[in-house]
């Protein structure tokens, strides 16, 4: 196997063509509905993943929020590039000895997805040539590229997709490496290494979806696949390894076929919806109520072979399926499945006649929809993947799913479908840019971690930590006020990531006093430690400050709290289990406890009035 990544990573400057504002919104102003065409690339020439796309016939419909303006509706040319999202690109290119271009010339990109209501994207190329160092080995870095992010997907019907526009507009910088990795293990740790790079200029978006990663994988005799848009650095090693194992059986399994010489007949498909109408349930029969349309296409010598047995979850009979997905249809059903899904024997039987097929090794694909236009291009998409299958492995791009696994979106996108955008001036790139940039680098990850070991004691695990969040800009200013290195390293690593995580407002606005000020507060022992997470809440739904979020919280007051007391009511309720178990009774009435006093009681506090109450009770009753 070999693979590369391109690392996909959205800019803290704005937007990119406009000065809207580029923070994402649930408020909509406006609602347009487009449909998008495939057109002709630089060489009149047209994309197969455009062709493929636009063929789908779908509608889009796009919602506008506060942050679109008439730039991201298309309805406006844009605006000359941000500057500092250049310099962002450029200082990257720096730090990965890359070399600038001398003019940097943005391209249209045609995309028909109705990711982008122009039906193209903007992007443009600001280095070449580029390495990064990964433990003992060297990366190539062949292109450094910015662009504009696409409008995110927020509903889906049949026919249509709503997309919304916050997102169409803000930077991305690309970063792609060469083919050089070579497991899951090295392909998370370059991603590791490029994404602290990113966030050493400090001037990158955190948070779900601001970063991502397509893996371009390959194996020896399969082609190159694109899975496009993995958001979670511990899947990587999964998506690759599913890839390489997908790709393996593909090519054992064309082998047999070759063996078998298997084809896939250019002739139509057979309508069998009076064959298959007696069925009376399973999904074809309820299509069938609805007035739809049953078509059977054969695959003479592919029988056994669509759904292979064992353990494998890499078979053609999902390839298919999988396809037919893509271009609109649920799914399908094929001869190695039946009798199933209501379709028995019997009409399986007929089904093979009515198509010429013998028993032995031959199969059938049977699909069924509503719409003549959809079935026409399921039929065509199985014929033509079937026929792939005879070939090699078909090069494509594909969806990443939470298991590990990817699913086929569409073929893979070449050369034909850029073209410039006659727009957007060119962008000189002077040498005295350059030399301004490179007065200023920040320093590289590895002298940060080395000072954080250094200076503070933390230990390796945290301090990477703190550089792998970003936060060591923030975390050396807090220490710098006298709080503790660990606390501040738990507050800025652990527990403003769960408030993120929570779908509370952004963490990352809280200014630095009212950290410090939270900080303080823990030392001084006004609540306890435990007491954070619901003050931050607090922060984060309006409290004005730190003592107004500890009283909306219940915290205000940890003295009031008769700790002792508590605990000895909490072992006479629990009389039993303490008789049972005696001292050991400790570990499940402490979580009890730490339910009712939790963040106004420090936890070894809790522990020790909690031990002396049980060593009481135990004292008075000697038969336990």
Known sequence: MKAGLEVHQQLATGKLFCDCNAELSEEVVARITRTLRATGGENHAVDAAALFQAGRGLT???????????????????????????????TMALL?????????????????????????????????????????????????????????????????????????????????????????AEARAVAEAIGALLRSTRKVRRGIGSIRED?????????????????????????????????????ALGKELGLRQARVPEVPPVDVTE????????????????GGRAMACPLPGFGGLLSPNGSSSHRLGRELADHVRAVGLRGLLHSDELPSQGIGEAVAATIRTALGLSGGTDAFVLIAG?????????????????QAALEGIPPETRDPLPDGRSRYSRPLPGRDRMYPETDVPPI????????????????????????LRRSYGLSDEMARQVLRSGEEERFELLVSKGRSPGAVARLLTQELPALAESGQPASAGFAIETLDELLRSVEAGTFAKEGVPKILTELAAGARSVPDAAARAGLSDPGAIDLPSLAEALVTRNADLVHKRGSDALGPLMGDLMREVRGRRDGQEVATALREALRRFLQKDPST
């Not at 506008?64 to 509706?73: D, F």
């Not at 509503?370 to 079937?386: D, H, N």
């Not at 000189?428 to 000072?451: D, M, N, Q, Y």
């Open 60 to 90: 889009y419909h796009y919602e506008a929020t506060p942050t679109s303006c008439l730039i991201e509706l298309d309805e406006e040319p844009p605006h000359p590039i941000n500057p500092e999202a250049v310099d962002v690109a450029l």
């Open 275 to 290: 064959i298959v109408r007696p069925t009376s349930e399973g999904p074809i029969a309820t299509i069938l109520k609805q």
């Open 428 to 451: 000189p790139v002077t040498r005295e840019r350059v030399a301004r940039l490179k007065a200023s680098l920040p320093a590289p990850p590895a002298e940060i971690l080395a000072r």
């Open 370 to 386: 509503g719409e003549p236009r959809i079935l026409q291009a399921a039929i065509r998409v199985i014929q033509q993947r079937a």
């Open 215 to 251: 893996l371009n994988v390959s194996i020896e005799g399969g082609s190159r696949v694109e899975i496009k848009g993995v958001q979670e650095l511990r899947l990587i090693h999964k998506y690759l390894e599913e890839e390489a194992a997908r790709q393996t059986a593909l090519l």
């Open 96 to 184: 990965l000895r890359a070399h600038p271009v001398d003019e940097i010339e943005v391209m249209r990109k045609i995309v028909v997805d109705g990711s982008n209501t122009a039906g193209f994207q903007r992007t443009a190329l600001v280095a070449v040539d580029g390495s990064i160092e990964v433990g003992e080995r060297t990366y190539s870095i062949p292109s450094i590229c910015l662009e504009e992010d696409a409008a995110r997907k927020v509903g889906e019907a049949e026919g249509a997709i709503t997309f919304r526009l916050d997102r169409l507009g803000i930077p991305l910088i690309e970063i792609a490496t060469g083919p050089e990795i070579r497991d899951g």
